[in-house]
C-alpha cells in the first residue's frame, strides 16, 4: 500500500502523445489476450484525448482510462475499439481500458480515474457511459452507480463478457 503522502502526490491528467509507450506498457501488464495493441492506444491518444486519462505518481505513468465516443449501442464491434465509427461528440463514451499497474492498485487510483472520468463526460454532455466488463467486476462498476445490461455477445479476447451502463442524465 501506498502511504498517504504518496497517495495525495497522485495525479490525473489528459493523455499526451509522449505518453503513447507508457500507456501501452500498462495496458499490456493489466490485461492478457484482451489487451489493445500499441497500434490501437495509439489512435485512441490521437483521435481522443478528451476521453483518455493517465494516474501519474512522480512523473510516471501507473494507471490508464480511455474510450471512444458513438451513437451506436453495440458493445461487440471490435473494428470500434480501434476507433472504427469513433465520432468526438457521440451521445455516448465507451471505455474500452482501465487498468493500474499491480504493485499500485488498492489505493484508489482506479477510483480517482473513473471519477474524472465521470465529470469530464458530463461536462462533454454525453447521454450514457458504456463498457464490458468480466462478471468479477459487476460490483466494482456498481459502486459508480453502473447498472447492468446483460450479458454481451462480444467474446473479445476469448473471455465472456457483461455490459455495463451509466446514465448520466446531461440535458
Ligand atoms: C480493476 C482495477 C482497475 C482496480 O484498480 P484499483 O486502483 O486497485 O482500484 P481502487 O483501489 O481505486 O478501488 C476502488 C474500489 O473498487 C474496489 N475494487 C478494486 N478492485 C476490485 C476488484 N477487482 N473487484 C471488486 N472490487 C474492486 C475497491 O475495494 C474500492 O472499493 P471502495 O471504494 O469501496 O473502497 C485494477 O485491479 C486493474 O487494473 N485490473 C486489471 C485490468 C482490469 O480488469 N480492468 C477493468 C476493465 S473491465
Redesign the pocket.
Same mark, same amino acid.
Given at each position: 500500500m501506498l502511504g498517504n503522502k504518496q497517495v495525495q502526490k497522485i495525479k490525473i491528467r489528459h493523455v499526451e502523445e509522449h505518453d503513447l509507450s507508457v500507456c501501452y506498457n500498462?495496458e499490456s501488464v493489466?490485461?492478457t489476450s484482451d489487451a489493445a495493441t500499441k497500434e490501437k492506444i495509439k489512435k485512441r491518444i490521437q483521435l481522443f484525448p478528451d476521453g483518455f486519462l493517465v494516474?501519474e505518481l512522480n512523473k510516471r505513468v501507473i494507471?490508464i482510462i480511455n474510450s471512444g465516443s458513438t451513437n451506436e449501442e453495440d458493445l461487440t464491434d471490435e473494428a470500434f475499439k480501434d476507433m472504427v465509427g469513433h465520432v468526438a461528440d457521440g451521445k455516448n463514451i465507451v $471505455?474500452f481500458?482501465?487498468?493500474?499497474?499491480?504493485e499500485?492498485?488498492?489505493?484508489? $487510483?482506479?477510483?480517482?480515474?473513473?471519477t474524472k472520468f465521470i465529470e469530464i463526460s458530463k461536462t462533454l454532455k454525453k447521454e450514457k457511459i458504456l463498457? $464490458?466488463?468480466?462478471s468479477?467486476?459487476i460490483?466494482?462498476?456498481q459502486?459508480y452507480g453502473f447498472l447492468y445490461g446483460g450479458k454481451s455477445k462480444s467474446r473479445h479476447g476469448g473471455f465472456e463478457w457483461h455490459e455495463m451502463y451509466l446514465p448520466l442524465c446531461v440535458k
Amino acid at each position: 500500500m501506498l502511504g498517504n503522502k504518496q497517495v495525495q502526490k497522485i495525479k490525473i491528467r489528459h493523455v499526451e502523445e509522449h505518453d503513447l509507450s507508457v500507456c501501452y506498457n500498462v495496458e499490456s501488464v493489466c490485461y492478457t489476450s484482451d489487451a489493445a495493441t500499441k497500434e490501437k492506444i495509439k489512435k485512441r491518444i490521437q483521435l481522443f484525448p478528451d476521453g483518455f486519462l493517465v494516474a501519474e505518481l512522480n512523473k510516471r505513468v501507473i494507471g490508464i482510462i480511455n474510450s471512444g465516443s458513438t451513437n451506436e449501442e453495440d458493445l461487440t464491434d471490435e473494428a470500434f475499439k480501434d476507433m472504427v465509427g469513433h465520432v468526438a461528440d457521440g451521445k455516448n463514451i465507451v $471505455i474500452f481500458s482501465l487498468a493500474v499497474l499491480p504493485e499500485f492498485r488498492r489505493n484508489g $487510483i482506479s477510483k480517482k480515474l473513473m471519477t474524472k472520468f465521470i465529470e469530464i463526460s458530463k461536462t462533454l454532455k454525453k447521454e450514457k457511459i458504456l463498457l $464490458i466488463c468480466k462478471s468479477g467486476l459487476i460490483p466494482y462498476y456498481q459502486k459508480y452507480g453502473f447498472l447492468y445490461g446483460g450479458k454481451s455477445k462480444s467474446r473479445h479476447g476469448g473471455f465472456e463478457w457483461h455490459e455495463m451502463y451509466l446514465p448520466l442524465c446531461v440535458k
